[in-house]
């Protein structure tokens, strides 16, 4: 859409931001990770506690897409990865000491099939989060891939309406949902403190405050947490979801 940037245009920005910004002299006091499956509602969380300046800087730091990208914007041809992860631990952590990352599972399984497991660094507090509606988060993350819009505020890169996204692409996103669950109860789920789930987080705010005593942590102004991210779901989209929710039942 007009104005709207894309995707890789998102992608890039805050790694182009990451590499001006000084470095604090000394490494975090305390180290959150908040893990997930793709579409369980992420990022709005972590924009909620990132807002308050006072959780770290919870982002997808992982993200292979997006370090690609940037690496490409810069004609750089090898990410030497010991100085990134160095520079994101100590150029994100905010002034009270606090690292925080999101990660998704498949941005965890792919960086500990190459020998970095981000569980190596350390965290004081890891916490989960799913969505209970499953189908709804196969259909949002297939939609996601045909379009290439992750989030309402930015330009899809092709239009695709909801009828057009067959039922064999909504399987093949459970297929690698259950696959990354999978991993996660036998490589991560030992580690996690707690697990939030989406749809409890849309009902009540309350739960942001309780990731801060959690942690032991105060979010001195609550009113003022915000995020970016919008509902994108609209009439069609629920309209798809529920012929797909017919054709797993075998119902007219």
Avoid at 17 to 43: C, D, H, N, V
Avoid at 70 to 96: C, E
Avoid at 115 to 135: A, E, M, N
Avoid at 182 to 193: F, G, L
Wanted: proline fraction near 5%; charged fraction near 25%; aromatic fraction near 12%.
């Amino acid at each position: 859409m007009l104005g709207q940037k894309t995707a890789e245009e998102l992608f890039i920005e805050p790694l182009a931001e990451l590499e001006s910004r000084p470095s604090r002299p000394w490494p975090p006091t305390k180290k959150i990770a908040i893990f997930s499956i793709q579409r369980s509602g992420s990022t709005h969380f972590c924009n909620l506690l990132g807002s308050s300046n006072e959780f770290g800087e919870p982002r997808e730091w992982l993200n292979q897409r997006a370090l690609d990208l940037y690496l490409k914007s810069r004609n750089i041809k090898h990410l030497h990865f010991p100085d990134f992860l160095r520079d994101v631990l100590f150029k994100t952590t905010t002034p009270n000491g606090v690292f925080s990352i999101n990660v998704q599972m498949n941005q965890y399984i792919h960086w500990r099939e190459r020998g970095f497991d981000l569980l190596s660094i350390g965290f004081d507090k890891v916490f989960y989060l799913q969505r209970r509606d499953r189908i709804a988060q196969a259909f949002s993350f297939t939609k996601a891939l045909a379009t290439d819009q992750w989030m309402a505020h930015q330009a899809p890169k092709r239009e695709v309406p909801p009828a057009a996204i067959e039922n064999s692409l909504i399987l093949h996103a459970l297929y690698s949902f259950s696959k990354w669950e999978e991993y996660y109860n036998r490589h991560v789920a030992h580690c996690v403190d707690r697990t939030y789930f989406y749809e409890d987080l849309v009902e009540d705010a309350g739960i942001v405050q309780s990731v801060f005593r959690e942690c032991g942590l105060e979010c001195r102004e609550p009113e003022k947490l915000s995020s970016s991210v919008k509902v994108q779901r609209t009439d069609e989209d629920d309209l798809r979801i529920r012929q797909f929710r017919n054709y797993l039942l075998g119902a007219e």
